[in-house]
């Protein structure tokens, strides 16, 4: 359920007509709905409320501040991958006691920041890992809280490129390893064991592999138990696919009875990582069309947005909806949906049914709020476009388009007398 729908045959987000806003700002860009993010973000929550629990957003989704805003009012925690994310995260508001910090590459740097803030704790997910971690700790004269990131060997079922829970893959500790560098860990003075974490993939509609994840976890912290290692979070991950096709995956409310029920009663705080689950139908991408052509085999729509502003389509053969800005009659016809970059590989949707669009016509990329901005580059010197976030009948521009100026702000061409002798 979100709040993009169609008033009259015009798209709204909200009570905001869509091309209102495309008139004010130019487009291309991407616009959040503050009502969808609010609502998805308290099904997921909500539906943990009866027990001891925590929301982390997985903020490289979607990072932009104010929407993590919306997450520090609702008391939400984050799941960060990156120093980046730590500075968003405690500009946006969050509580640094909220925040898990996981991903295979910390550097010394980023582990400093992250212990100076007070995080609740840093998914490790290597031995060499953790012992940078202790040697940071060491030096600032503090204990660093963690968990170690298992790789369960479950197959999600999704894309491989977002698998990240199977064997051959570079996240997390093996299990049969795990065991061991908990010993290791609980003898290093300055960490402090506080939880086992896991993270099995995205997109995933189905519950099986999540549940079986989670047995494995379980069975684990009986054996963790019996070696006199407590855990008191148990970190579950993100993960929860949503619809843009077809696809009927578990509503949130469905997705915790079934883990509270695989859980039974143990006792520790649960903590989730989801991030497409909250924001992917809460963001639209809405582009101009610049011209139609047509080949002897194809039809081309050329848009003014392209794969450097939303990568999903290229990168994973994505499927997003196209809806007409405004709706006049149903017709449709095979097309290629492409945008402006110098690559083959460069299209929104490919060999589809779209809205017969021509040029000067508004179109929306659907479900565009997860994995969108935040993927989003500058190739071919584009500048990165804007976010709108709506709430009610109000906008705002939440970050600016860039311009030809503040893209190449931080080069520089150097001052050397010499030219090259050729
Ligand atoms: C990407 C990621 C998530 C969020 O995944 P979604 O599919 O967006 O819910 C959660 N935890 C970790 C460790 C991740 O890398």
Redesign the pocket.
């Known amino acids: 359920m979100n709040y993009f729908n169609y008033q009259n045959d015009h798209l709204y987000c909200e009570a905001v007509p869509v091309a209102r806003i495309a008139e004010e700002v130019g487009t291309p860009f991407y616009l959040y709905s503050n009502a969808t993010l609010t609502r998805h973000f308290q099904a997921m929550d909500d539906a943990f409320a009866d027990l001891p629990h925590l929301t ?1 957003f ?1 903020v ?2 979607c990072a932009n501040l104010a929407v993590l805003n919306i997450f520090a009012k609702l008391g939400g925690g984050a ?1 960060i ?1 990156s120093g980046g994310e730590l500075y968003r995260v405690m500009k946006a508001g969050i509580d640094p006691a909220r925040i ?1 910090y ?2 295979v590459g910390k550097t010394t740097a980023e582990i400093e920041m992250a212990l100076t803030a007070g995080i609740l704790m840093f ?1 490790v997910e290597s031995p060499q890992e953790l012992e940078t971690i202790q040697g940071v700790a060491t030096a600032l004269g503090r204990t660093a809280p963690i968990s170690l ?1 298992v790789n369960p060997d479950v197959d999600p079922k999704t894309h491989a490129y ?1 698998s ?1 829970g199977l064997a051959k893959n570079k ?1 997390g500790v093996p299990m049969e390893e795990a065991e061991l560098l908990y010993k290791q860990a609980a003898s290093m003075p300055n960490i402090a064991i506080r939880g086992l ?1 896991c ?1 099995i ?4 509609t189905e519950m099986s592999p999540f549940l079986e994840s989670l047995r494995k976890m379980k069975g684990f912290m009986t054996r963790l138990a019996a070696a006199n290692i407590k855990i008191s979070h148990l970190d579950l ?5 949503i619809r843009y096709d077809e696809e009927e995956p578990p509503h949130p409310t469905a997705y915790a009875a079934a883990i509270k029920e695989e859980l039974g009663d143990l006792d520790c705080t649960l903590v989730l ?8 139908n809460a963001g639209i991408l809405v582009t101009r069309v610049l011209y139609t052509k047509a080949s002897p085999l194809k039809k081309f729509i050329v848009a003014d947005a392209g794969m450097n502003d939303l990568g999903r389509p290229s990168l994973y053969g994505a499927f997003h909806a196209i809806q007409p800005v405004h709706r006049e009659g149903t017709a449709t016809a095979k097309a290629d949906l492409v945008g402006p970059i110098c690559e083959t590989g460069d299209f929104l949707a490919r060999d589809r049914e779209l809205p017969l669009a021509k040029g000067g016509d508004l179109l929306a990329i659907m479900s565009a709020g ?2 969108g901005f935040s993927m989003s580059s500058n190739y071919n010197s584009r500048p990165r476009v804007a976010e709108v976030l709506v709430s009610g009948s109000r906008f705002q521009v939440v970050r600016a388009r860039e311009t030809y100026e503040s893209m190449v702000q931080g080069e520089s061409i150097p001052a050397w007398p010499e030219t090259i002798a050729r």
């Open positions: 982390c997985a490289k989704s799941d991958v898990v996981s991903g998914n990131r977002i990240t996240f974490s993270h993939g995205s997109q995933l991950g993100g993960g929860l696919g990582e989801p991030g497409r689950v909250i924001v992917g997860a994995y």
